[in-house]
């Protein structure tokens, strides 16, 4: 097993004290540890801020870690000096970035800091790709005396941070119905879900060369752990090796442009939701350190696990250049249907190398302004409408919520707020994939929208960095639809609520109907699920009083 050896420093101030303390010691650990041939990284330290440590003060490190160890790489601020306003040069053998970002913002981080022009050198992230779960309180307590350390707080000594602390006093005062061994199962689905995503696209980044994932084993404070707190492995090792081995197939689609306002602008494509009937285009991937050719096979596959398409074709060595090749590209004829479901995409390269993407297929959408009066004075739907008659029989279409909008609702009017951010309606700024738990609900919307019990992929276009508060209001029914559970603070928001408000109804949700944020795509006519799922929620509406 190959080790990164971080040295201590991260969060700390400079001054006269640890200029001189420092030193002393680096240079005792490092007689303690130089003779493991395992170590073959070395960090100065974490994160660190033009205020945490100068060039001399990491000039001196340097030269100590460079004069006590021989054949490793070393670097001075692991997470890289310019992206925590550090130094503007650096001391190291390779480029290393921390990201924690959305899934929607990871390849726009990845090109954001890549410069061919630089002097080339490998890029390792030191820590990244992590992914908060549910821990079971019960299970901890087992033995009938809660764990101390279950009320350490960490550096920042508070429970506005992580409150895992507080946890069973927060969880008991939300009376969800889903059970803590739910919970956990949930969680770790979607966690799955996001690592296998996040190290695809990684894998599929040839200037990458390698990672460190955040983290190796839950923590007082974390629970982003691949191993639980009882040392076992949260993930079956084989499902989760075919996206972390030495060879790795890989999926991705098509490049698409858009001509707006007299220029051509980037139009992403969405590679997870296609509507029945249309063309599915992909590119199979292989990301390997060695590889001696061998017989491709895949199969797309319908929800009752028969095979729609398939095929095969011979792959050669010499025809792979470089660590990331495409091996095969796929223009799939998808076959119209009546109901939306979930499909898969399975592909195998000579019974080692496997990997399966979940697809989703909608039936062909109506219009979601069928029945609907869009309210839309900001321009959120691709255009700006003027205020209208609010006709008792439509469904109201709405961006923002004003006092003519929720007159409307408490008359016994039925319409549905889209607010993507902050505004009048009580919002929080989150991150939708990070540091929480996605909880779909028991309510009739999702009867005729496939999932498997836990937000997945065909959310990639929806998700938001808002969600709503509606704690607040106090004089509205809340009916829950899909909600955040916050995995370190354990409290809830909505990012789809039904709310009943005087004589009428009212759905609020804050996911990105329209998409745009990082590489969503930019138009809701090029977002399957949320052209279903809006139409869904018309539908709905339509049939409640």
């Known amino acids: 097993m190959l080790l990164w050896l971080?040295?201590?420093?991260?969060?700390?101030?400079?001054?006269?004290?640890?200029?001189?303390?420092?030193?002393?010691e680096y240079r005792d650990i490092l007689r303690r540890v130089h003779h493991h041939p395992s170590i073959v990284i070395y960090s100065l330290g974490c994160e660190l801020g033009i205020d945490m440590a100068d060039a001399?003060?990491?000039?001196?490190?340097?030269?100590?870690?460079?004069?006590?160890?021989?054949?490793?790489?070393?670097?001075?601020?692991?997470?890289?000096?310019?992206?925590?306003?550090?130094?503007?040069f650096d001391f190291a053998d390779f480029s290393d970035y921390h990201f924690y970002s959305d899934l929607h913002y990871f390849a726009p981080l990845l090109k954001h800091f890549y410069r061919e022009w630089q002097q080339p050198r490998p890029w390792i992230f030191g820590e990244y790709c992590d992914s908060d779960d549910y821990r079971d309180p019960a299970e901890l307590n087992a033995g009938g005396e809660r764990p101390a350390w279950r009320d350490l707080l960490g550096v920042e000594g508070n429970t506005g941070r992580w409150a895992y602390s507080e946890q069973e006093a927060r969880m008991a005062a939300h009376a969800l119905p889903f059970s803590d061994a739910q919970l956990v199962t949930i969680s770790r689905r979607e966690s799955f879900l996001k690592r296998k995503f996040i190290l695809e696209r990684t894998r599929a980044t040839g200037y990458v060369g390698g990672y460190v994932l955040t983290g190796l084993r839950d923590t007082p404070i974390s629970t982003s752990g691949v191993f639980d707190d009882l040392g076992r492995s949260k993930f079956d090792p084989d499902a989760f090796r075919r996206f972390n081995d030495e060879s790795v197939l890989l999926l991705e689609g098509r490049r698409a442009r858009q001509w707006v306002n007299g220029g051509d602008r980037p139009a992403p494509v969405d590679l997870f939701n296609y509507v029945g009937g249309t063309t599915a285009s992909f590119r199979l991937l292989l990301a390997h350190t060695s590889f001696a050719g061998g017989e491709l096979r895949w199969r797309l596959v319908r929800p009752d696990g028969s095979s729609a398409l398939m095929g095969s074709?011979?792959?050669?060595?010499?025809?792979?250049?470089?660590?990331?090749?495409?091996?095969?590209?796929?223009?799939?004829?998808?076959?119209h249907i009546e109901a939306a479901q979930m499909w898969q995409l399975e592909a195998d390269l000579d019974g080692g190398v496997a990997n399966t993407w979940r697809l989703w297929l909608y039936p062909t959408p109506q219009q979601w302004g069928e029945g609907v009066t869009a309210y839309d004075p900001v321009g959120a739907f691709g255009g700006t409408f003027p205020p209208a008659a609010f006709l008792p029989d439509e469904v109201i279409l709405a961006s923002v919520w004003t006092p003519q909008v929720e007159a409307f609702v408490r008359g016994g009017g039925r319409a549905i707020l889209l607010q993507t951010g902050d505004g009048a309606f009580p919002a929080q700024p989150v991150p939708f994939w990070r540091e929480s738990i996605k909880l779909i609900e028991d309510h009739p919307l999702w009867q005729g929208f496939p999932h498997a019990g836990h937000v997945d992929l065909q959310f990639y276009h929806l998700a938001a960095d808002h969600a709503l508060d509606t704690t607040s209001l106090a004089d509205a029914r809340r009916v829950p639809i899909l909600t955040r559970l916050d995995a370190r603070l354990f409290t809830l928001l909505d990012y789809l609520v039904e709310l009943e408000m005087g004589s009428g109804r009212l759905i609020a949700s804050s996911l990105r109907f329209?998409?745009?944020?990082?590489?969503?795509?930019?138009?809701?006519?090029h977002s399957p699920a949320a052209l279903f799922l809006l139409r869904q929620i018309v539908e709905y509406l339509s049939t409640r009083q």
């Open 6 to 24: 971080e040295l201590p420093m991260w969060w700390q101030r400079i001054n006269d004290y640890l200029r001189g303390q420092a030193p002393l």
């Open 313 to 335: 074709s011979s792959i050669t060595a010499g025809s792979l250049h470089g660590r990331v090749s495409e091996i095969a590209a796929l223009d799939l004829a998808l076959p």
């Open 514 to 525: 329209w998409g745009g944020a990082g590489d969503q795509v930019t138009d809701i006519q």
């Open 56 to 88: 001399a003060l990491l000039g001196e490190l340097n030269a100590i870690v460079r004069g006590g160890t021989t054949g490793v790489l070393a670097c001075d601020n692991s997470g890289s000096g310019e992206a925590y306003a550090g130094l503007d």
